[in-house]
């Protein structure tokens, strides 16, 4: 068998079988071995490329019940390369097939083969074109994504499922205040965002190799990141609020670049310190006394690290995060849906706990990653009809075939003084005030 699928073959089996994240099973197996890192290019455009399209592979493939797993899976990175990737010789490809499956099964391997010269065969006829089947088979996303984002309309979810499925542009925050925008543009790698100090890198280099990015003058960011900070600016004096349950870490960086020693920056996270190092060394290497980066594993209880109340309230708990689907192509085929309770009710109790440290006439900005209803605009309405201090601003759903390329929905809440609770019984209120005569006024004497 080639070399470069032999090694493909152990790292589809190690996502698949062991759930191991794409960019850590690639990372095992490279590492390991120094003599194979010169095919780790074709290894990871091959794998990345049949998980991309895993569902429909194993759709197509799921008759072959004569066919070991290993035999099925080697024919999946064959259709992959036939189908997609076009970067092995298919003739050179159906003899290491062939080698393994042998004579007979090889002419049922044949048969899938040689659709990847008629595209519009790709999909079987008997599939309705209007299920979520098709779709989940032409866009790789299980059934069930599907009918969360179908929610928002046919148009809505063909647009999103179709950009979702895509590789998106990497979207880079530049440091300002080290580096000037204008010098960034002198490279032709580099273009403009609808958000100021968002760059689009379309380079071939690595990030990692880049000066700029290993000076930590640029790190990657959403768009949605900083319009989000950027629309809700605080002034000093002021005390900011973070609660963010998501791994990224780019919400934290770009408080701290934007406000700097400014303001009061409370910062927590979900999981440990340490998983977000970056963080600590950015506090660090900027000298800010101002910063407090601390854990909170529980949103409802974060009474001893944050003394004041504060003027913005951000609050990003985990969520499905279908944002991630582009960038790992693996994620929603590790996604376990018994969790989703669990997310909700997390989302729940993050906007709950953060909302006690929002002052009055201050802001509660919620932030989900994702296109569901029930994470999105339900959780905010009982959240409102709980809290009647609390005022929607504006709430906005955000699709990734939108202008800023996002699965997110915010929603901005402004708090109001509360209802006066009187505990005086109203018939006491409404009793008549006691006559003149009634009330003994002390008498002054002297001495």
Sequence with gaps: MLKEFELSLEILNDVLDEKTPFAEALRKQFQTHADIRPLR?????LVGCELRHQIYFDYMTRKLEDFTLSERRLL???????????????????????????????????????LASTPENYIPADVDRKSPLYLSLRFNVPE??????????????YNSLRKLSRQLTTTLRVRTSEVALARVFENPDYTSTPVNGIVFYKGN??????????????FPEKMLTKHII??????DPG?????????????????????????????????????????????????LKNVNFFS??????????VSRMAKLVLVS?????????????????????????????????????CSKYVEEGGKLVYVVYTISKKEGRQNVSEFLKAHPEFTLVNDHQYFPHEELETAAYVAVLLKGEKELTISTPFAEISAPLPTTSAVTTPTATSK
Excluded at 77 to 88: C, D, I, S
Excluded at 93 to 102: K, P, Q, S
Excluded at 335 to 349: A, L, N, V, Y
Aim: aromatic residues 8%; glycine residues 8%.
């Design 76 to 114: 999946c990175l064959v259709l992959a390369n036939a189908f997609y990737y076009r970067r092995f010789d298919v003739d050179q490809t159906r003899h290491e097939l062939l080698a393994v499956v042998g004579e007979e099964k090889m002419g049922r391997c044949q048969e899938l083969i040689d």
């Design 144 to 157: 069930w994504t599907v009918k969360i984002i179908a929610h928002f309309g046919g148009s809505a979810t």
């Design 317 to 353: 708990p985990e969520s499905t995060n279908f944002d991630l689907i582009p960038t790992s192509p693996d994620y929603l085929l590790h996604f376990d849906t018994q969790k989703m309770d669990e997310i909700i009710d997390g989302e729940k109790k993050a906007l709950e706990g």
């Design 239 to 287: 005390e900011v609020l973070l609660y963010n349950g998501n791994k990224d870490s780019s919400l934290e960086r770009e408080l701290i670049e934007t406000y700097g020693a400014n303001v009061g920056l409370n910062i927590a996270t979900s999981g440990s310190v340490d998983e977000k190092i970056e963080v600590s060394k950015l506090i660090k290497a900027k000298g």
């Design 205 to 218: 280099v690595p990030l990692r190799k880049i000066p700029e990015f290993q000076k930590g003058q640029y």
């Design 41 to 45: 290019g074709q290894v990871a455009g």
């Design 296 to 305: 909170a594993p529980d949103p409802l209880n974060m009474e001893a690290s």
């Design 230 to 235: 950027d629309e809700n600016l605080v002034a």
